[in-house]
């Protein structure tokens, strides 16, 4: 019984791949990763902003450059 589960040990680890194999695949896998994550983010900076973001940032620098006159303005105090 003995030699016989020596024998399935050497088996499976004929079957196993090399560390060396299973590295350079997951290197690989990290690459190809990274280079679809490149395009995706040159893709996100390149699109344009939504109109409402662009009216919200409107109204903050509106808001911003003219402080109201009787000081009701968003400031905290």
Known sequence: MLAMSAARVTKFEKLSSPPD?????????????GRALGAHYSDLVQAPLPDKLLQLLAKLEDEQSSPKANGSGNAVG
Do not use: D
């Open 21 to 33: 194999q299973t590295e350079q695949a997951g290197n690989e896998a990290v690459q190809a990763i």
